[in-house]
């Protein structure tokens, strides 16, 4: 089994409906985010969580919310999809102990929002 | 100007040869710069990491630092087709794990 666990892993919807991308983590680290993955732009940061209390708005955070319901669960939701949140998402985790700037990536979440 | 910026590629090498892959960023401050590879439909994994001035190897990979020109590159030597993936260059500060700012990507084809 993956380490670091998306669901859904494809999702098809329409324009404003509410959307919810979880993730689930065995590896026991503290740190969590949430990419999203364009073709052209890389990776961008939407949040980002150094522990349970701990919630920060990364690049491109507007339209999008999330939770840390535990250290192993960090889940992204859109309030309101739209098309232009079509893209790939990407939870991730990393521990500083284990090498600093290594993130372990999940299996991504492909999301079409028609 | 992008924070971090790579050539999209395609970049296309014979297998054997030496693929050569380069990224620029604009933060100044930035102290941590890693390579991560990510195959198509999969997901990103990290195979080089460098944090100070010069050249650190790591088998066939070697990444290349040089802060006063803002640049950072990553040479893949006897280039395989297994290494055909898109390299993703990304650049943070020092002991801000995970807050990284990651180029557009290269592509590289290893032509056999």
């Known amino acids: 089994d993956a380490d670091v666990t998306q669901t859904p892993r494809n999702r098809i919807t329409k324009t404003g409906k509410r959307i919810m991308l979880e993730c689930s983590q065995t590896?026991?680290?503290?740190?969590m985010y949430w990419y999203r993955q364009d073709p052209g732009l890389g990776l961008r940061l939407i949040y980002y969580?150094?522990?349970?209390?701990d919630i920060n708005k990364g690049e491109i955070s507007d339209g999008y919310s999330v939770s840390r319901q535990a250290q192993a669960k960090f889940s992204l939701s859109l309030e309101s999809a739209i098309p232009n949140q079509t893209a790939l998402y990407f939870c991730?985790?990393?521990?500083?102990?284990w090498g600093i700037g290594e993130l372990f990536f999940g299996e991504g979440s492909r999301l079409t929002v028609l | 100007q992008k924070e971090v910026e790579q050539n999209s590629g395609p970049l296309s090498v014979p297998e054997g040869a030496i693929a050569s892959l380069n990224c620029t960023y604009s933060d100044r401050v930035s102290q941590s710069f890693f390579w991560y590879r990510q195959y198509s439909g999969k997901s990103p994994e990290l195979i080089m990491s460098i944090y100070s001035n010069g050249d650190k190897e790591d088998g066939r990979f070697t990444a290349q630092l040089n802060k006063a020109s803002q640049y950072v590159s990553l040479l893949i030597r006897d280039s395989q087709p297994s290494d055909s993936a898109t390299y993703l260059c990304a650049v943070g500060p020092y002991n801000q794990g995970g807050k990284l700012i990651f180029g557009q990507g290269t592509e590289l084809s290893v032509k056999p």
């Open positions: 590896k026991g680290h503290d740190r």
């Open positions: 991730a985790t990393s521990d500083p102990a």
């Open positions: 969580s150094f522990d349970v209390k």
